[in-house]
């Protein structure tokens, strides 16, 4: 396994990861300041307000992308798939 090949491998695993994990991340960050604002405004300092709306958003953005991550994760794992000669050679 050449140094090249390791580093293109280091690459892709963590561009696909942070493809597939920024919507959600992204979602509770928006969320999170917004409820923060809120709270900011009105002086409610209830955890629960912060955390539910967080949950619900990252919920619903999983659900609503779930194709396009897994196809981002099959096109990964096809990668890896073919790969595999170059590495063992």
Known sequence: MTEELVMELAK???ETALLVAAPMLLGGLVIGVAVSLFQAVTSIQDMTLAFVPKIL???VI????LPWMLSVLASFMTFIFDTIPRAVY
């Open 57 to 59: 958003t990252v919920f």
């Open 62 to 65: 999983t659900l609503a992308l």
């Open 12 to 14: 892709r695993t963590l």
